[in-house]
């Protein structure tokens, strides 16, 4: 039979895996927590990442963007989680918890060739849940019930070149948006587990996020009026909509032989949700600008082995294939990670994770895309190879 410490490897094995994904996702959102058989259990994790995704071959066709077709596209960055779960009566489990499900950080720069489409873009979240589970004895094992809802603020900018740079004597060209909204989401499950063979098997959805009141600014203050006119050489107050994805995953994990697990997930969110996100001028109906995404939904497959080394020490190993979101405008292309971790417990009370991830993104190519008979796109196309991306994390428990 498998103690109940190794459980937590499985967790550990996927820190890294889960940190590079479709769309903007960056951890999504994970409540494994509120499986633990302790009392009271508070865990934190963070989490770096390295995508080395790289444009080649760019080509503008506008006559405005910058001149190196050659660039770095993706920034590293950090991630983090903490969450407390406890034990409210007997059955009955709430977890708290923070993370960051969504992100971006794209910074090709001012002078790459298609800095008129996109020459920085950044987005950042913060997500508060409360999710609660009610458990009962049903057959060999124990059904448990999971509701809960979660409060998410979302940000960012986008900056690109609007107008040739120093064609008007005191304007370099570049225009910058800025967004920030905040909205709410709900989730709901089920799960079957038997203890006495490790085995758990989950199904959990999480709601969209309507993000109807999306504020910011437009600054065009460093572009020209005469080259703009109406809009150039000033600061423009903005308002959009639109929705963060929901999401619906199977897990599944099982005893398979004395100190083995298997373990696998399938998990669909609905990125084909965000296509193009127009925002318009405060008080009317004139649109100013739009971020232009057109996405497709995305799917995320996961499998792998864990094994119980001695009393303290246990590992896995896991496969993740992650299907790209971008079909043919932008380079979100399929994402395969080969991750590894390791869980020590230091004490009877603390386990200690670490966990790796290696990878590539698939090559391919963006272009003009044609959506709803307007085409966008155009003025820009580029090129780009199979690309690494590196993760490591690390995370403590505390159990009592």
């Known amino acids: 039979m498998l103690r109940n410490g190794f459980l937590t490897i499985v967790s550990a094995a996927l820190m890294s895996g889960a940190a590079y994904a479709g769309g903007i996702e960056r951890n999504g959102y994970n409540i494994d927590l509120l499986f633990d058989p302790s009392n009271i259990a508070v865990e934190g994790t963070a989490t770096y990442v390295s995508p ?50 969504w992100g971006a950080h794209s ?40 509701g809960g809802g979660f409060y998410q603020q979302v940000d960012g900018f986008k900056e690109s070149l609007v107008t040739p740079p120093g064609l008007v004597p005191g304007f370099d060209g570049t225009g910058r948006l800025e967004l920030d909204s905040d909205g709410w989401g709900w989730r709901a499950g089920v799960a079957y587990e038997i203890p006495e063979y490790a085995f758990r098997a989950s199904l959990i959805y999480n709601s969209e996020v309507k993000l109807d009141g999306i504020t910011g600014t437009l600054d065009l203050s460093n572009v020209s009026p005469i080259l703009v006119p109406g809009l150039g050489g000033a600061v423009w107050d903005v308002y959009g909509s639109t929705k963060m994805p929901d999401s619906l995953e199977l897990a599944i994990q099982s005893g398979i032989a ?57 590992g896995a190993v896991s496969v993740t294939w992650d299907r790209g979101t971008s079909q043919g405008y932008g ?15 230091a004490t009877k009370n603390v386990d200690i994770k670490l966990s790796g991830a290696i990878g590539w993104m698939k090559s391919g190519s963006s272009g003009s895309y044609v959506y709803d008979g307007v085409t966008y796109g155009a003025d820009n196309s580029y090129d780009f190879g199979s690309d690494f991306v590196g993760a490591i994390s690390t995370g403590i428990k505390v159990k009592f």
């Open 52 to 101: 080395h995704r790289e444009y080649t071959n760019s080509q503008n066709f506008s006559g405005i963007g910058g001149t190196d077709p050659d660039v770095r596209d993706t920034k590293d960055y950090f991630s983090g989680a903490v969450g407390v779960k406890a034990r409210v009566v007997e059955g009955v489990d709430c977890l708290v918890d923070y993370s960051q499900p």
């Open 107 to 146: 910074a090709p720069g001012l002078n790459w060739t298609g800095s008129t489409e996109n020459a920085e873009t950044k987005i950042n979240s913060d997500n508060y849940g409360l999710t609660c589970s009610y458990k009962f004895d049903m057959g060999k094992g124990q059904l448990r019930l999971i």
């Open 258 to 314: 004395p100190d083995w697990l298997a373990f696998g997930s399938v998990k669909w969110t609905d990125w084909s949700q965000l296509q193009t996100i127009p925002f318009y001028l405060d008080g009317t109906n004139i649109q100013a600008t739009s971020l232009d995404l057109f996405y497709r939904d995305g799917w995320t497959v996961t499998g792998g082995v864990g094994h119980q080394f001695t009393q303290k020490w246990s």
């Open 331 to 345: 380079s979100q292309t399929d994402t395969w990670l080969f991750g590894a971790g390791a869980n020590f417990a």
